[in-house]
């Protein structure tokens, strides 16, 4: 599709996708990505629905809703590895202890590093070890923020099989 007809439909629909996306994501910046995401999309295709409007909305929408599935994964995850790690925890004299910790996180880490890719696993690295933030990250790998999600999400997926595997393994002592 030529730039001159995106930035016409730019123009027209604009405002209707980003109000969709808002009411979806009640986020500005990633309503734009989204938006922006599927006009990009748009610039790679010769072939041009017949309802362009509903076509747009639709995109949008089911994007939308990628988004929002991949943070309820996200969400999910973090809530189990939470619960792990507390179910993992020896106290002593209820201290923390930062070793048992630390050897369960090299444990999930090594598992990690057999069943992700490199970039997956480098994006949950910089998430969840550097404590980087998605934009951030996309920025430095040259990646979308949607890839960033999809890529936690993958981690999230693997991590949670091995926390299930070693639920399994303790059921069977």
Known sequence: MKKEEIEILFRQHYGSMIRLAMRMLYDDE????????????LMNTDILPKNMEGYLMASVRNRCLNLLEH?????????????E?????????????????????????AYAKQHLTEQTLLVFRMRHINGMKYQEIADQIGISRVMVYKHLA????TIKEYNNQKEQDYGER
């Open 30 to 41: 990633e309503s734009r990505d989204v938006v922006s995401e599927v006009f990009a999309t």
């Open 71 to 83: 943070k309820d994964v996200r969400a999910k995850f973090e809530q189990a590895y939470t619960l």
């Open 85 to 109: 790690m507390k179910q993992n925890m020896v106290t002593d004299d209820d201290a923390f202890s930062y070793a048992t910790v630390e050897q369960r996180l090299q444990k999930i880490m």
């Open 154 to 157: 993958k981690a999230m997926i």
